[in-house]
């Protein structure tokens, strides 16, 4: 049954410390966690694709589907209308450009606030489960999730610092 060891540093230097040498130890790097009231900047490969967010490419994208359905709505809307134009098209971009906008703004603020949520790992199950009050005093928190014996034991060795 995995088993979950934490332990409270006073800075973050030591709680990257400890999370270095659980790593070296043989834990993932996924059964490592560190819990912070505020952004621990890490010296990270910058070729890593880890540390890259793709809020941006997500903020796209919801623009693009806002706008697809906001010319979709006001075309649609205006030819079941049956309006009387006196000869001039139903359909115009001077007409629909405000709700094309705004439905395009939507679409990228509502995704954007999705991968936000999703990338700070509050969407996910189960994310309040490893979480101590000592962060919220200032404390930086290092969880280690443990599948073995021996591994709470390394666990215990390395984070309390026998």
């Given at each position: 049954?995995p088993?979950s060891?934490?332990?409270?540093?006073?800075?973050?230097?030591?709680?990257?410390?400890?999370?270095?040498?659980?790593?070296?130890?043989?834990?993932?790097?996924?059964?490592?966690?560190?819990?912070?009231?505020?952004?621990?900047?890490?010296?990270?490969?910058?070729?890593?694709?880890?540390?890259?967010?793709?809020?941006?490419?997500?903020?796209?994208?919801?623009?693009?589907?806002?706008?697809?359905?906001?010319?979709?709505?006001?075309?649609v809307?205006?030819?079941?209308?049956?309006?009387?134009?006196?000869?001039?098209?139903?359909?115009?971009?001077?007409?629909?450009?405000?709700?094309?906008?705004?439905?395009?703004?939507?679409?990228?603020?509502?995704?954007?606030?999705?991968?936000?949520?999703?990338?700070?790992?509050?969407?996910?199950?189960?994310?309040?489960?490893?979480?101590?009050?000592?962060?919220?005093?200032?404390?930086?928190?290092?969880?280690?999730?443990?599948?073995?014996?021996?591994?709470?034991?390394?666990?215990?060795?390395?984070?309390?610092?026998?």
């Amino acid at each position: 049954m995995p088993e979950s060891i934490h332990v409270a540093f006073d800075s973050a230097d030591r709680a990257l410390a400890a999370q270095a040498a659980l790593i070296r130890e043989g834990f993932s790097s996924e059964a490592v966690t560190v819990m912070s009231n505020e952004p621990i900047h890490e010296n990270e490969d910058e070729d890593s694709e880890d540390g890259k967010s793709h809020i941006g490419l997500f903020a796209i994208i919801g623009g693009v589907i806002g706008a697809a359905s906001a010319v979709l709505l006001t075309v649609v809307t205006a030819k079941r209308m049956g309006l009387v134009t006196g000869g001039m098209p139903v359909v115009t971009p001077w007409a629909f450009g405000i709700i094309v906008f705004e439905l395009t703004m939507l679409g990228a603020i509502l995704s954007t606030l999705a991968r936000m949520l999703y990338e700070s790992g509050l969407a996910r199950p189960g994310w309040f489960k490893h979480y101590d009050k000592s962060v919220a005093e200032g404390k930086v928190v290092v969880f280690a999730r443990c599948s073995s014996d021996p591994l709470v034991e390394k666990a215990q060795r390395v984070l309390r610092g026998d």
